[in-house]
């Protein structure tokens, strides 16, 4: 039987696991993250997240991306170097059985800031990842230049000006969590006291 984690616990015992097993994730626990993730804060009540599951051969849509992005630098390279190099791009997609693309689909009501709805979007992710954390899931979210081009907002369903936060894998550990260490919070706070 599982022993409660404490909300502490929890937050100070997450850690980004790159390396995860094959093994399909149900999709009831999937469901219980993207749940989490929508509970995050948003100004105005406008829940600006949006979540597209990749699993199975849906993670071609994905790998495509990769390679369609990957495509525009590659024109260079001998014709088997460069198959080589999307092959590695298409794998990317596989590094874990679940893949959720995350956006931040922000509202266009007047009082609605864009930086405060991609803020929420993003606490979105972190509640993802805490979730996923006490589920004994593996995550990891991943960005870099490819997660924001053009092509792959496309490839995801993203229009307008929703735009992509994070690629979240997730999947059964397969490596054993760094320890982590912070900076103490301490070090880093001004107390302004009258």
Request: aromatic share 6%.
């Amino acid at each position: 039987m599982k022993t409660m984690a404490s909300l502490e616990e929890i937050i100070q015992g997450r850690r980004s696991i790159g390396k995860v097993k094959d093994d399909p994730v149900p999709r009831e626990l999937i469901e219980k993250l993207l749940e989490a993730a929508t509970w995050a804060p948003s100004h105005h009540a406008t829940e600006p997240w949006k979540f597209v599951v990749m699993t199975g051969g849906g993670r071609r849509v994905l790998g495509q991306a990769y390679a369609d992005i990957a495509e525009e630098t590659l024109q260079d390279l001998a014709e088997e170097e460069r198959l080589q190099r999307l092959e590695k791009e298409i794998a990317k997609a596989f590094r874990a059985p679940v893949v959720i693309a995350v956006a931040c689909a922000p509202s266009d009501a007047p009082r609605v800031n864009p930086a405060e709805e991609l803020a929420a979007a993003q606490v979105a992710v972190q509640n993802l990842l805490l979730m996923a954390h006490d589920c004994g899931l593996g995550a990891v979210w991943r960005t870099g230049d490819p997660a924001y081009h053009p092509k792959m907002k496309a490839a995801l369903g993203f229009t307008g000006n929703e735009q992509v936060v994070g690629l979240v894998y997730v999947g059964y550990p397969d490596m054993k969590p760094l320890t982590g260490k912070r900076v103490p919070a301490a070090d880093k706070t001004v107390w302004l006291e009258g």
